[in-house]
């Protein structure tokens, strides 16, 4: 999709879409990425989350639950509605708040 050769479309029923090119506990060693993304003013949201989630809860709905829930409750909320769409795989959800 970064590279324009899919559309996220395309991305979620592609067959490639559950190959792992990374992974912690593997090796002894693990390359990371690193980067760094100041919040650009307050109250902005990092939202960190699993695949569990994004391949089972729709884009607009993320950004619903995000916009309607209290913060406090927004992991917990994210990942029910993970599980009520099916929750195919295991779902972890980390919210960080500037």
Do not use: W, Y
Request: with cysteine; net charge negative.
């Amino acid at each position: 999709v970064d590279q324009g050769k899919m559309t996220p479309e395309q991305a979620r029923s592609d067959p490639r879409k559950h190959i792992i090119t990374r992974a912690l506990g593997v090796d002894e060693s693990v390359q990371m990425d690193l980067d760094t993304v100041p919040f650009s003013e307050p109250g902005e949201l990092l939202l960190l989350c699993s695949d569990g989630l994004t391949n089972m809860v729709e884009t607009d709905e993320i950004q619903h639950l995000i916009e309607t829930t209290p913060f406090v409750q927004l992991p917990e909320t994210l990942v029910q509605a993970a599980v009520s769409h099916g929750g195919a795989d295991n779902v972890t959800v980390v919210a960080v708040l500037e």
